[in-house]
T-cell receptor, first 114, second 114 residues
Framework: DTEVTQTPKHLVMGMTNKKSLKCEQH?????MYWYKQKAKKPPELMFV???????INESVPSRFSPECPNSSLLNLHLHALQPEDSALYLC?????????????FGSGTQLSVL | AQSVTQLDSQVPVFEEAPVELRCNYS??????LFWYVQYPNQGLQLLLK??????LVKGINGFEAEFNKSQTSFHLRKPSVHISDTAEYFC????????????FGRGTSLIVHP
C-alpha cells in the first residue's frame, strides 16, 4: 500500500461549523504533514508531525487544530473558519523528516467556507 | 535559507514536441532538488530527485533533469510530450541537517496542445 488517503474529497462548511479532515497512510511513515494550497499556487506548509509529535507549526491560526492519534492517522480539526481559508488541503507523509526524503501526497480535500 | 525560482508560469507546447521547464535555486549549502507533478484535482507526485552523484537524473514518464551547480539550475526536460503531460509542475529544494522541509517554487503550468 503506497497511498495516502484523505477524506472527505470535498467539504463545504459555514463559518460557525466544526468539521475535521482525515488522512491515513499504512506505509509505516513516521513523518506526516498538512499543506494548504490555493489555486495556481504552490503548497504552503502548515504542520509537521514526527513520531506522532508536533514538530513544526508554521504560525497557523488556532482555528486549525491538528491531531495525530497514532502513527497511521492525521486529523485536522476546523472551527470558525473564514472564507479566505477556502483551499485544497493536502496531507503528505515521508519515511522520516529529512532533507532527501520523498513526500507522498494524498489527493487532498477541497474545502469551501461560506 | 534556500529558495527556488520557476521563471515560467505557463509553457504551451504542441504534442510530440520537446519541452524544458526551468528551475533555478539559491542556497548557501548543499541542496537536494526535486520535481513534482500535480494533475488536476490530485495531490503532488514525485517525478525525480537529485541527491548526489550523476548530474543527469531520469524520472518517471520519460522526464529527466540536469543539475548544474555553476548555474544553480535544475531544468526539467522531456524530448516528446504527450497530451497527458498537461499538468502543474513544481520544482522544490531542500537541505539536510537544518530546515529539511522542501521549499516549493511557484509552479509551471505545462499545456500540451494536440
Amino acid at each position: 500500500d503506497t497511498e495516502v488517503t484523505q477524506t472527505p474529497k470535498h467539504l463545504v462548511m459555514g463559518m460557525t461549523n466544526k468539521k475535521s479532515l482525515k488522512c491515513e497512510q499504512h506505509m509505516g511513515h513516521r513523518a506526516m504533514y498538512w499543506y494548504k494550497q490555493k489555486a495556481k499556487k504552490p503548497p504552503e506548509l502548515m504542520f509537521v508531525y514526527s513520531y506522532e509529535k508536533l514538530s513544526i507549526n508554521e504560525s497557523v491560526p488556532s482555528r486549525f487544530s491538528p491531531e495525530c492519534p497514532n502513527s497511521s492517522l492525521l486529523n485536522l480539526h476546523l472551527h470558525a473558519l473564514q472564507p479566505e481559508d477556502s483551499a485544497l488541503y493536502l496531507c503528505a507523509s515521508s519515511v522520516r523528516t529529512g532533507g532527501n526524503e520523498k513526500l507522498f501526497f494524498g489527493s487532498g480535500t477541497q474545502l469551501s467556507v461560506l | 535559507a534556500q529558495s527556488v525560482t520557476q521563471l515560467d508560469s505557463q509553457v504551451p507546447v504542441f504534442e510530440e514536441a520537446p519541452v524544458e521547464l526551468r528551475c533555478n535555486y539559491s542556497s548557501s549549502v548543499s541542496v537536494y532538488l526535486f520535481w513534482y507533478v500535480q494533475y488536476p484535482n490530485q495531490g503532488l507526485q514525485l517525478l525525480l530527485k537529485y541527491l548526489s552523484g550523476s548530474t543527469l537524473v531520469k524520472g518517471i514518464n520519460g522526464f529527466e533533469a540536469e543539475f548544474n551547480k555553476s548555474q544553480t539550475s535544475f531544468h526539467l526536460r522531456k524530448p516528446s510530450v504527450h497530451i497527458s503531460d498537461t499538468a502543474e509542475y513544481f520544482c522544490a529544494v531542500s537541505v539536510g541537517g537544518g530546515s529539511y522541509i522542501p521549499t516549493f517554487g511557484r509552479g509551471t503550468s505545462l499545456i500540451v496542445h494536440p
